[in-house]
């Protein structure tokens, strides 16, 4: 998946060179797969995301969207603005300013900007740039050394871009999400819905790139047999059908790993360590709190690069809805008492 992503990062920069469409960056590996605890290998997805930034003569500017529903969703709109080019055009480069060139020039011998083609008024479309997506991963696939042995088949989103390869024998599913960073840090807002339904020029905030870069730091600081990684799928593989999120049992396992020395995930402590989750479920449901893993917490390593609101904002209660809702806290203390 690594090698597909990376032939396709050269393929997406020779096809995008000089155009208006937003340059695509390398793809990151995120989720269970890149993380290395998929519960079960017959199920697994492989998610990347790969970060968009402005092409030529365009910026990018992020916009929260205020929401009075649900505190745990932070909803952005990515503002597409022209940026004037008239120092580079006496510079020699073969690009007319937006803002300053005659329209009827622009028409004649120039592509259309980036608002012209994937955005709703002044905001990126998530789902008219899927569509882009989809037609440029189709359009590179027969170019691909892959694409010899394997087999292509697009499937259906939305909102980014999803496909499955085969050759026969083996085959794999890969998600395709992409996004813009926020700043210099590992937060970034992406194509991935949050909601059944998620307006089209609006943008979730993900941490799925900040969680995969905990994973690597631990992954360099823990003895090689750890075994951190075997109890989050032990307990995954436990609870499937029963009614906890893979993402509980995943941010539990995580906090955890942040005040557990590491020295104590060895093959010798494993039931100890299973039962450090078994009982931080439990406490976790009876006092109706759980604390989103990077939003506020004071103990998130320092080399994983946050913005400063993320960082400084008070922690997320992930069991909000328990704490609103006696009937749901009920159930999931059965449904405890089932795992």
Known sequence: VTDLMDNYDIYFGHVLANSFYPVLQRAIGVGSAFEGWSPREEDVVYQVLIPMTPPRGHSFHLEELQSAEQRQVRNFRVRVQLECTCTGEQQGEDMLCFLHSPEEELRSNQDPSLLDTLCTGSYLDVQKTARWFNQLVKAIWPALPQ?????????????????????????FRIEMLFGVRRGDSHIFVSSQPREAYTQSTTWPET?????????????????????????????????????????????????????????????????RRLRDINVKLRCCLEEKHLNHFVIGNERFPQEISLPLDIASAEPLN??????????AHSQAMSEYQDL
């Open 207 to 271: 941490y799925a790139v900040a969680e995969t870069e905990f994973f690597k730091y631990i992954a360099r600081q823990a003895p090689p047999d750890s075994l951190h990684l075997r109890c989050l799928q032990f307990f995954i593989q436990l609870q499937l059908g029963i009614g906890f999120s893979t993402y509980t049992m995943k941010t539990i396992v995580m906090h955890l790993l942040n005040t557990t020395p590491l020295s104590r995930w060895h093959r010798r402590h494993f039931l």
């Open 147 to 171: 694409s010899h042995n394997w087999h292509l088949t697009l499937l259906p989103s939305r909102r980014f871009c999803q496909f499955k390869v085969t050759n026969g024998k083996e085959s």
């Open 318 to 327: 992930l069991f909000h809805h328990l704490a609103m809702d006696p009937a």
